[in-house]
C-alpha cells in the first residue's frame, strides 16, 4: 500500500481530534480527541518507519521511529494520570465535568 | 548532566522525604541545599568540560558552555525563588514537599529542553517541564480558580504536545536525506521546503508558540497565570517560559537554520502581534498580577526577537534576557505575594509604609520597562541589536520600541502609586517581612543593577 494512504489516515484522525478539541464542552471526551491526536503522530511513525525499513539497506533503518512511539505511549499514560486527577478535582467541585465552567476567570 | 541528574534525584528524594520530614519548614531548607548542590555541581561541569558520571547519550543530550551557562542562570533564579518565597509555598497547602519536588523536576525538564540535541529529547524535556506543572497550577484544591487554571492548562498544554508530536512525524517522514530525529543532521534540502517538512514546520512552530504562550495562542496565559497560586505563577512565568524559549531557540538554529528565510517572516508576524496584543491588553488591567501575566506575554514578544535573528546577539541576548526578567519578576511577585491587595491601588502609599519594598519594586519595574543602568536595558538592546544586524525586517524593530514605550505606562502607573498616591483603603495590611527577606530583595535589586551596568558578567561565562 502507497504511504500516502497511511498519511491521509493519520491526518484524518488528527483533523477528527482538533475539531473534538474545539467544539466539544465535555472534558472527558476533550481529553480522549487529545489521546486520539496523540495516536495519530503514532500511526503516522509506525508508516514512515515501516517505509523505511523497506526502502534502506540498513537493518536498524527506522527503528527510532518505533522507539519513539513507546516513549508517547509511556508520557500519554503520565499525561492521563495527572489530566484525570486534574477533572475528578474539577469534578468534585463544581460537580460538572462542562467546560463552560472555565469563564469565572474572565473578570 | 550534573544538573539533570541532580534535580531528578534530587526531586525523589524530596518526594520520599514527605512521608519523614515532621515539622513544615524542614522541606525548604533540603530543597535549597540540594539547589545549591545543583548550582556547584553544574559550574563544575562547566570548569571541568565534564559531566561527574560518564553516560553514553549517543549525542542525544549536547553539553556546550552557552547551554551550561543557562541552566545555572535558572537554578540561580529558582534558589533566589526559594529564599524569598520558601515561607508562601509552605502556605500553598499541605503537602510542602511534593510542592518542591515537583519543582526539582520541571527544572529536570528545563535542563533537558535547554541541552536536547534529538527531537526524542525535545520532546521528553517539554513533557517532563510541563507535566509537574499541571499539578503546580492546581495545588490550591479547594479553590476554584486554581481548579479552572489547571483543567484549563493541561488541555492547552496536552494539545500543543498532539501538535508537536505530529510536527515531529512529519519532519522524520518528511526529511529528504536518511530519516533522523537528530536536528543537526535533518537535510532541508535546498530551495523551497517539500510539503512534509513544511507541515512539520509549522505544527513545530505552532506547539512551541503555544509554549511560550506568544500570540496568537497566548489566551491561556492569563487565566493560567492568574489561577495559579502567586508562588507557582512566579516560577512559571520566568524560568518555564524561558526554558521554553532555549528550546525554540535550539530548535529552529539547528534544525531548520538552513531555511531561516522561509520562515522569518511568520516569525516577524508573530513577533509583532505578541508585542501588540500583550502590551494593549496590559494596560487595561487593574489587578497586577493579572497585568503581569499579560506583560510577560509582551516581554515573551521581545525574546521572539532572539527566534526572529538567530545570530550572535540573539544567542547572548537571550540569556541576557533570561537573567533580567527572571530576577526583575521574580522580586516584583515576591513583593506582591506579600500584599493582601492584588489591584494597583493595593500599591498606594507604599513608599511611606514599606520603604525598601518600594525602592526595589521600582528598581524591578524599572528593569521591566528597560530604562538604562538596569538589566532589562541591556537584555532589550541585544534583542533590538540583534534584529537590527539580521537587517532583513528593520520595521519591527521600529515596532518593538514601540511597545516599549506602550509598557512604560503600565508599568509607571505602579511606581506612580508607590510614591505618589496616599493609601485610602480600609483594610490595615499586615506585613509580614523579615529583615532577611529585605536582604535577599535588595541583592536581587542589587543583581538587577549590577547586570545592567556590566552585562559581560554573564556573556563572558557563554565563552568560557
Known amino acids: ?107 | 548532566m550534573n544538573a539533570i541528574i541532580l534535580t531528578a534525584v534530587w526531586g525523589i528524594v524530596m518526594m520520599f522525604g514527605g512521608a519523614f520530614f515532621k515539622q513544615k519548614s524542614t522541606p525548604k531548607y533540603w530543597a535549597i541545599a540540594g539547589l545549591i548542590l545543583a548550582i556547584i555541581a553544574n559550574c563544575a561541569e562547566v570548569y571541568m568540560q565534564k559531566p561527574m558520571v560518564a553516560i553514553e547519550l549517543k549525542g542525544m543530550l549536547d553539553f556546550t558552555s552557552f547551554n551550561l551557562t543557562f541552566i545555572t542562570i535558572v537554578l540561580v533564579c529558582t534558589l533566589l525563588l526559594f529564599l524569598l518565597n520558601g515561607r508562601d509555598i509552605e502556605k500553598v497547602g499541605n503537602n510542602v514537599s511534593e510542592y518542591f519536588a515537583l519543582i526539582f523536576f520541571v527544572l529536570c525538564g528545563v535542563s533537558i529542553a535547554a541541552t536536547y540535541n534529538t527531537l526524542l529529547t525535545l520532546f521528553l524535556g517539554i513533557e517532563i517541564l510541563s507535566i509537574p506543572l499541571y499539578i503546580l497550577t492546581g495545588s490550591d484544591k479547594r479553590n476554584l480558580k486554581s481548579n479552572e487554571a489547571a483543567l484549563k492548562y493541561f488541555l492547552m498544554g496536552s494539545f500543543s504536545t498532539g501538535i508537536l508530536l505530529m510536527g515531529i512525524a512529519f519532519i522524520y517522514g518528511g526529511n529528504t536525506g536518511t530519516p533522523t530525529f537528530y536536528i543537526n543532521n535533518i537535510n532541508l534540502g535546498t530551495g523551497k521546503l517539500p510539503v512534509m517538512l513544511a507541515i512539520g514546520l509549522v505544527f513545530l512552530l505552532i506547539a512551541m508558540v503555544f509554549k511560550v504562550s506568544a500570540a496568537p495562542f497566548h489566551f491561556w496565559a492569563p487565566d493560567v497565570y492568574d489561577g495559579a497560586p502567586t508562588v507557582f505563577t512566579s516560577f512559571m512565568a520566568t524560568i518555564v517560559k524561558a526554558g521554553g524559549f532555549i528550546a525554540f531557540i535550539r530548535l529552529f538554529e539547528h534544525a531548520f537554520g538552513t531555511a531561516q528565510q522561509q520562515w522569518q517572516i511568520l516569525i516577524a508576524i508573530i513577533t509583532a502581534a505578541t508585542l501588540l496584543i500583550g502590551n494593549l491588553t496590559a494596560v487595561f488591567q487593574q489587578s497586577v498580577k493579572r497585568m503581569l501575566a499579560y506583560s510577560s506575554i509582551a516581554q515573551a514578544g521581545f525574546m521572539l526577537l532572539a527566534i526572529f535573528a538567530i545570530n550572535q546577539f540573539a544567542k547572548e541576548g537571550i540569556i541576557l534576557y533570561t537573567a533580567a526578567y527572571s530576577l526583575a519578576t521574580i522580586g516584583l511577585f515576591a513583593i506582591l505575594i506579600k500584599m493582601s491587595d492584588y489591584t494597583i491601588d493595593g500599591f498606594n502609599g507604599l513608599a511611606k509604609q514599606q520603604p525598601v519594598l518600594a525602592i526595589t519594586a521600582t528598581i524591578f519595574l524599572l528593569s521591566l520597562t528597560g530604562v538604562p543602568l538596569t538589566a532589562g536595558f541591556q537584555a532589550k538592546l541585544f534583542m533590538l541589536m540583534a534584529a537590527v544586524n539580521d537587517g532583513r525586517q528593520i520595521w519591527l524593530v521600529v515596532f518593538a520600541v514601540l511597545c516599549a514605550a506602550i509598557s512604560a505606562y503600565y508599568y509607571f502607573k505602579i511606581i506612580q502609586a508607590i510614591y505618589f498616591k496616599e493609601n485610602t483603603s480600609a483594610v490595615n495590611q499586615q506585613w509580614d517581612i523579615t529583615p532577611a527577606f529585605k536582604t535577599l530583595l535588595i541583592i536581587t535589586a542589587g543583581l538587577v543593577i549590577i547586570i545592567g551596568i556590566w552585562p559581560s558578567v554573564i556573556i563572558d561565562w557563554l565563552y568560557y
Not at chain 1, 30 to 40: P, V
Not at chain 1, 58 to 76: E, K, N, R, W, Y
Open chain 1, 1 to 107: 500500500m502507497p504511504i500516502n494512504y497511511y498519511i491521509f489516515l493519520a491526518l484524518a484522525l488528527f483533523c477528527i481530534g482538533v475539531v473534538g478539541v474545539l467544539t466539544r464542552r465535555n472534558a472527558i471526551i476533550i481529553f480522549m480527541c487529545i489521546e486520539l491526536m496523540l495516536n495519530a503522530a503514532n500511526l503516522l511513525l509506525v508508516a514512515f518507519s515501516k517505509l523505511y525499513t523497506h526502502v534502506s539497506t540498513l537493518p536498524t533503518a527506522g527503528s527510532d521511529a518505533q522507539i519513539f512511539v513507546f516513549f508517547i505511549m509511556v508520557v500519554a499514560a503520565a499525561e492521563v494520570s495527572v489530566g484525570l486527577a486534574i477533572i475528578v478535582m474539577m469534578y468534585r467541585n463544581t460537580h460538572s465535568v462542562d467546560v463552560n465552567f472555565l469563564n469565572r476567570l474572565k473578570n
